[in-house]
């Protein structure tokens, strides 16, 4: 599949548009995952103050950010922990390419995480000697395919169950001929087993890091992290600086948030706390830990006024509940994040010049910020995106033309209120039987959708003369 | 003044106003849309406050809220507008708006571009503390309830985004409506679900938009009703224009107001309300 | 090399968070102060559990279908837990061999035939693990990595039970978090600790939930009351 790009997007959007069952296929898993999460918030009365509670751990963390990243860095070593520090994607991805170098690895099994994706470490490892092997079953059949992902909870949803019967007879050792999606997934796991037990590195992400003992916590329903991180000699975590909290206990109002937003379930199955390498005498688990955090923008957000963003747990909520991504999907969007989150966060990790149409393409109807776990205001944010472009002057000419001539009269209430009037005569022009079909410089309504005639004349027009007659009457 | 400032947010029904309400000067600002495209919105406007006891003005000097601005992030050309209709409306009782998300821009917005000038950021939270969106006002202000309305038929309601999620404008129309005779409600699917509107959105990712209202327009058909009924002149127009293109003459689209105020017949006669 | 750039890296960050936060406290009391007061306000913000005992509301959690692929039962003493496993084979139709983990309260009890040290990758085979806490809220049971607890034992066989001590289910992920705070005082963290609360589930392919994606397919918890 070739990649969309971020600046691509207008174009990104009508290639989605036109592929006539991605509608459905995206329905499929976004209408579930709705219904699933109102009925978990039904069920869980004390959601509004999980929700309070889970901003203000993420709001307190952020706020004191280099005390706990420097508490979580002071643990990690006591815990015989490794620690790095990668100032951009790329340099993170060296960091851990270079880790498996040094062990002369050959087969490196990685665990699902966005930051991964982000940073363009499954990239960085197709072009090197080294066999990356994807154990979450999503990012299995992407890697099979060779598609980027298109969710970030199921980075797979694109993909029938015919797609994967393809795959998997292609590329399994032992595949299944049947096309019952039991017998896909025991395929699957039949052809991860042996991979997972001779992998020479782990590689994972984090849900959260603890400050307060170093360690990391992976969530998965597939409990393919602890597949991946215990057999291999080395587990190597990536993750975002913004996955810090203070505590596990502080973890836990967030984990109650995550699984409810993200799937309507009301807590995944596997949730592993990883504390540093094997202790002698253990029975499994890996001789030695490495941590690789990660600002790649991060930092940016937090000096331009962003940092509500950084609260964000990776649910996926907001896409799931967001009328654009329902109809153009993950993959328009050109970004390992899609969607309201996605709009807000490629900015800054690509930059806003090739990434801010996708802060334009939002109806400012607001689910997404009522749907989130912790209460983050995207659409404030993308807003405020939008005004920085338009200083930038990235907005197309044409759209700063007739928005500011719209201001520049708005603000001449006299001039402005003769315009509607010659405006509505213009109309008229146009209208047959109550309707306009077409009209010149209304393209972009009249394409898809007839426009209502307007009144004989302006309100304003209609207004005066009732209050005239009134006077003049009495 | 201080007070005013400080009671800025959420409409609240409030009995003491309720009984003084014949006192309160209401400013109504029309909206562009309604004062090109729909003038029967505003005169409904004008009949429903006077009806609930309110005395009303309409100051000649406006125009629009500033959202197409605001929404395309011309922070300047806000507040410029801003700035006019600030003075416009700042020394009504009330200011009135027959949109929920104009309503909204005024009530939430206007402060976001007035961060840096305190003076204008106190006119505007005070602008904010007295604006309303009009059924909203008219049911928690006004406690007002519509005599003597008769209209045959069925009616669905879109809530537009604005109006529902910013002002938690929900029950207030619905319980206006439920007074008129004749009039029954056929809830609909996804009722609080975009509908693909937003301003220059519709232009800007027409198609995205229209993919977007087709599934409104889908679940509006399936209800049956006579009578899409909404508060937002933005959101109808949107609805109404894809019904009307995909031929489906058999429903019809009116702003909550003009049912309300009894126009109904006479628009749907194709007279104009005025 | 690559430890000077990361030095570097850190240095950058540190300095961007110091710029884009210049009026910030670092004065740890206060900060600790602040985390603490958060956590007051979990017990507004969790669930309501369905029984006010905890054992009991795990098992009414497990019996309402609530934990994926789950079952319990209690039993008195443990003795009678190859009893019940044996019943486990008999309802899966499964060869009488089991992987039990290698603690002496589990070895040392009579498991009349039943082989008890057999290969964990064998899809047949079923693992027995002693988990150190239960979690009444998400019906969970809790283990840690140990010389004497392999973590893949959690893993790789398609069926799997866990034996809880009664006394040692807590009501909230909370309360746990609060025992692994002790455990870390005493410089006794494990290298691993797991929530398990369910089976290895996926529903990645069409949003269809299939259970046994990697790990088990089948859980069955028992409750050891006298434990």
Known sequence: MQVNKPEDFTKNVSKALAQPDLKKIIRRTTDKAETKRTEAVANFPEFENARSQGQKVKDHTIKYMDHYLAEFEKNALAQGTIVHWASTGEEASKIVLDICRQHKAKKVTRSKSMLGEEIGLTHAFDNSEMERIETDLAEHIIQLAGDPPSHIVWPAMHRSREDVVKLFREFHEDPTYSEEITDLVRSARRDLRNKFLTSDIGISGSNFLLADSGSSCTVTNEGNAELTITPPKVHIVTAGIEKLVPSMAHAVPLLRLLTRSATGAEITQYITFHNGSKRPNDADGPQECHIVLVDNGRTKMLAEGMEEMLRCIRCGACMNHCVVYKHIGGHAYGSVYPGPMGSVLTPHLDSLEVANKQTHACTMNGRCEEVCPVNIPLPKLLRSLRAQSWQKKYEPLTNRFVVQSFAELAKRPRLFQLLSSCGVIFMKVFSRKGWIKYMPFTSGWTRNRDLIEPGSTTFMHQYKKMKKAKSGGA | ?274 | MNKQKSELSRTKIFSAIKNAKPTVTMDVKTIQQEAFELLKESEFARPKLLSEDATQALVLRIEAGLVIGTSCEKISTLDDLPNSVNQFFDKHSLPQEIKVQGIDKLEKLDWEGISTDSDIENDNTVGLCWAEYGVAETGSFVVHSSPKMPILLNFLPLYLIAVIPKSKILHYMDDYALIANEIAKKGETPRNMCLISGVSGTTDIEGVLVQGAHGPEVLHIIIVEDQ
């Open chain 2, 1 to 274: 003044m201080s007070q005013k400032i400080t009671n800025a947010g959420r409409t609240q029904p409030n009995t003491i106003e309720c009984l003084n309400i014949s006192e309160k000067k209401v400013g109504l600002f029309v909206t562009c849309l309604v004062n090109t495209m729909r003038p029967s919105i505003g005169f409904a406007s004008i009949t429903l406050l006077e009806q609930a006891g309110c005395t009303v003005e309409v100051p000649e000097l406006q125009s629009c809220c500033g959202q197409p601005a605001f929404n395309s992030g011309d922070d300047e050309g806000t507040r410029q507008i801003a700035y006019q209709t600030i003075k416009q409306f700042e020394n009504f009782d009330y200011v009135v708006l027959p949109s929920g998300s104009c309503a909204a821009m005024i009530k939430k917005n206007f402060i976001e571009v007035f961060k840096d000038q305190p003076e204008w950021l106190a006119r505007a939270k005070h602008l904010a503390s007295i604006t309303h969106e009009l059924l909203s006002f008219l049911v928690d202000v006004c406690n007002f309830e519509p005599r003597g309305i008769e209209l045959d038929g069925s009616f669905t309601y879109h809530d537009s985004c604005s109006g529902y999620r910013s002002l938690h404008v929900y029950e207030q129309p619905r319980k206006m409506l439920s007074k008129v005779k004749g009039l029954d409600h056929k809830p609909l699917n996804s009722h609080s679900e975009c509908c693909g509107f937003g301003g220059t959105f519709c232009v800007k990712y027409s198609d995205i938009s229209n993919e977007i209202v087709a599934e409104k327009v889908k679940n509006i058909l399936a209800t049956e009703a006579d009578y899409l009924l909404g508060g937002d002149m933005g959101c109808l127009m949107n609805i109404a224009g894809k019904l009307n293109r995909e031929g489906h003459k058999e429903i019809k689209a009116l702003h909550t107001a003009e049912v309300l105020a009894g126009l109904a017949p006479q628009i749907l006669g194709g007279k104009d309300a005025s």
